[in-house]
């Protein structure tokens, strides 16, 4: 059972297999095309960028292994292919993503992938055109000085700029990737250590396989230097909270399951007079204006409980009761557990505005049986009125029944609601006549 957002169909799988075999059929016969072309002046290419690469004014170029020149005809040929073919393979690359991305996601890849080419492309034309001649100048008058005879292999000499190019479009792309990520608010300290896994993973892989056998030791210092810079680029993010919602604490469960829970926020359309309490630490929090009825709301939940991998999402305002049945179904593909506090349920006790909101919401968090035993409910209360200094008789425990909004209280007691077939409802009842 597959994820749907609030702007997806429910299209079958052969249809995206259908599409991805037509851009990929475009995309080939596009690059092979473009490549045969490239293949017809690949020869005036050659020469003119071994012209402008040569460290000699005289002939010191040679060929050792005309086998190795047909290869690097082919390879350049086939790279110069692909580089033209790449704004149309970005543009149907996105076009096939964008479906099963959240918003968020989307715009990350899109700035990813046009900022990267962009960057790769602009950096390659700076080291082929300058950087690589003046090193190869350099080398070519020490050789001078210690009276060496100038004789290059030209393949060498071109091989060495394109694994630099190739080295540099992996460096820059794993940097492009923190900056967007981070900018796109999906690289944070709750997701630092996911995106590192990944995205270090293929850069490292990329790296080993693309060192030549005879420069092993170089292989290690690439590697730390991918390593440290990377992580000073990316070190502004890994260490960020993110803003508009706290850090979920991984708790588990008496089966031993991870559990991270989420508290959405929701001012239900403005009857939630509870909207906009403080973060709770060890718990993430967002804040939405109905996600009943809003799928921009009901989106950015998703999208987080995917990038943050919540197994229990907790509306403050309702029962979830009003949530879209379609949202119902992803939590339960995921395994994410969606229930609510009905803080709106509360507010029913009460004549006028509740003056403790916070605490309103931490009572709520006290009865929730599960992730949490139901056995540690009182031990919880205990430490809840220990924290924040409250009394026995400011709290009222509240049957969830279908009469119990018939019946006022003051504004600034605090409602506790038990299930009237909870076991715990005698030994709280017990606490607080003790307490008091």
Known sequence: MSILLESDANTPVQSHFDELTFRTTIVFLSVSLLSLAWLFVIDGVL?????HLQPCPDACLNVYEPAEWSVVRWLTAIVLGILSGLPLMVHHFLRFAKPGLLPGEYRALRRWTWGGTAGVALLSAGMLGWLFPMAYDAGHRHHLSVNLVAQYNAVDILLYAVLSVWMLMIFTFTWMSLVFLG???????????????????????????SV??????????????????????GSRWFTMVPSHFGISKTRL????????????DCSCLGANAHYGVNPI????????GGICSSKTDRNRLMEHVLSNRISDVIVTGCDTAPCPERLK??????????RGFD???????????????????????????????????????????????ILAEEILLRENGPLGWSSFERDDVLLLRIEPESSQWSPMASLLLDTA
């Open 47 to 51: 020469s003119n960028l071994l012209d």
């Open 183 to 209: 900018k796109g608010g999906l690289l944070n300290q709750q997701t630092a250590e996911y995106w590192r896994l990944r995205i270090y993973g293929i850069g490292t892989l990329l790296l080993l396989l």
């Open 212 to 233: 030549p056998d005879y420069s092993t030791g170089l292989g290690l210092v690439l590697l730390l230097l991918y390593w440290s810079s990377s992580e000073l680029i």
């Open 253 to 264: 469960d008496h089966e031993g399951r991870k559990r991270r829970i989420l508290i959405a």
């Open 281 to 288: 630490e060890g718990y993430s929090m967002m804040r939405f």
């Open 329 to 338: 179904n992803n939590f339960n593909t995921l395994g994410t557990s969606l």
């Open 343 to 389: 803080l709106m349920g509360l507010q029913n006790h009460r004549p006028g505005m509740p003056l403790r909101p916070q605490l309103d919401v931490e009572m709520s968090l006290v009865s929730l049986n599960d992730p949490f035993p139901e056995h540690g409910m009182p031990q919880r209360l205990v430490h809840l009125m220990k924290e924040n200094s």
